[in-house]
């Protein structure tokens, strides 16, 4: 599986983003779409997940501004980011999850930077 991103940028507090990512090869193998993000310093943590079925979660942090949403084919993930705050500057990372193997797929990072 690849996952190929985009949509990052440079953005005011306050300001919307939105992001994408289309996911190719063997995609009928996924179990789970989603997007993870790392700042400076910091671990890797979830933003928002969705599965097949359509269920999604979140973190606590972002409840409430930011939306997954997955097409209906199942192969692209998008990530919609509305009140942004600074704190949201980081690297953000596709991710797909295969139950079968526990096996996480990557794509490569796309930047979101909040700021004045």
């Known amino acids: 599986v690849q996952l190929q991103a985009s949509g990052g940028g440079l953005v005011q507090p306050g300001g919307s983003l939105r992001l994408s990512c289309a996911a190719s090869?063997?995609?009928?193998?996924?179990?789970?779409l989603g997007w993870y993000r790392q700042a400076p310093g910091k671990q890797r943590e979830l933003v928002a997940t969705?599965?097949?079925?359509?269920?999604?979660v979140y973190a606590d942090s972002v409840k409430g501004r930011f939306t997954i949403s997955r097409d209906n084919a199942g192969n692209a993930v998008n990530l919609q980011m509305n009140s942004l705050k600074p704190e949201d500057t980081a690297v953000y990372y596709c991710?797909?999850?295969?139950?079968?193997?526990?096996?996480?797929?990557w794509g490569a990072g796309t930047q979101v930077t909040v700021s004045s």
């Open positions: 991710n797909a999850y295969r139950l079968a193997g526990r096996v996480n797929y």
């Open positions: 090869g063997r995609v009928f193998s996924i179990n789970t």
């Open positions: 969705i599965g097949n079925g359509g269920r999604t």
